[in-house]
């Protein structure tokens, strides 16, 4: 099956072939696995995981299923989960674009990216219950994380198809999307997420997924180790100094001072004082802060 995943726009990689609805094949699995970026790659700042056709990926390949089952899961465990661990260790944010049905396999490389973008014509389906098979891939890991323990086990053990809105009501995805602007949207994250300094969203990544099982003392440790490591990287003392370009630009009133010639330092930007907060109008009570729903973009 050659060209079973081809890159899209700047930084995506789209799932083929369409006529077997993008199923988890060995030999996509393999192409997945050389699409992805390595680390060492510092040109690629994002990456958006797609399907071609209707489905995202309907799981596990049918023809493969009619091969003799093969002891201690071997495939499984060399060929599908290094693709999937893989894509989850990524230093670089990973957004999945569910254009249709995630089933499986399919279910577990939704769940392996950072970010989910859904289209309304999404679903999601672990289904491994109902072919009498235990969940793979990291279904049971990712899926906890994100809904929560009962809902996972109501999805896994019930095999039921959960679709895009309440998958976006449960927290499975971050936002759904009309079909048409799908790409649009998830592109337009990636390239949010790209302008930022990849050490600042690196630091992200690495201590989301350290506080799975830090204790806070250790959380606070780990904080600080990656504090010292972003404070000297070089993407970091760029995006420093551009903020203090934009504070310092423009702006009436008093004006940065000047460093001593060969002192090496940097001169302090001014931050105008803020101004006093208004009393609230008697008999008109200031409203609460409310948390807003999640975004469902049109």
Known sequence: ???????????????????????????????????????SDESIRAAVLTGNGPSFSAGGDLKAARLPIEPGSRRMREVFNPVVARLAALPLPAVAAVNGPALGAGLSLALAADLRVASTRAMFSAGFVNVGLAPDTGASFFLPRLVGHG???????????????????????????????????????????????????????????????????????????????????????????????????????????EAPPGS????????????????????????????PDPVRSS
């Open 151 to 257: 809902r996972a086990f109501q999805i896994l053990a019930t095999g039921r198809k959960v679709g895009a809105e309440e998958a976006l009501a449960i927290g499975l995805v971050n936002r759904v999307v009309e079909h048409e602007a799908l790409m649009t949207e998830a592109v337009e994250l990636a390239e949010l997420l790209s302008a930022k300094p990849g050490i600042a969203v690196q630091a992200v990544k690495e201590l989301l997924e350290a506080a799975g099982h830090n204790s806070l003392a250790g959380q606070f440790e780990a904080e600080a180790r990656m504090y010292d490591r972003a404070s000297t990287h070089p993407g970091r003392i760029a995006a420093r100094k551009a903020m203090v370009a934009k504070l310092t630009s423009g702006r009436p009133g008093p004006q940065a001072a």
């Open 1 to 39: 099956m050659p060209g079973a995943l081809e890159a899209v726009d700047a930084d995506g990689v789209d799932p083929r072939p369409p006529e077997r609805r993008n199923a988890t094949s060995a030999e996509l699995m393999a192409d997945l696995n050389e699409a992805l970026p390595l680390p």
């Open 264 to 291: 090496g330092m940097t001169p302090p930007a001014v931050i105008p004082e803020p101004a006093p907060a208004r009393r609230p109008t008697r008999g008109h009570p200031r409203r609460p802060f409310c948390m």
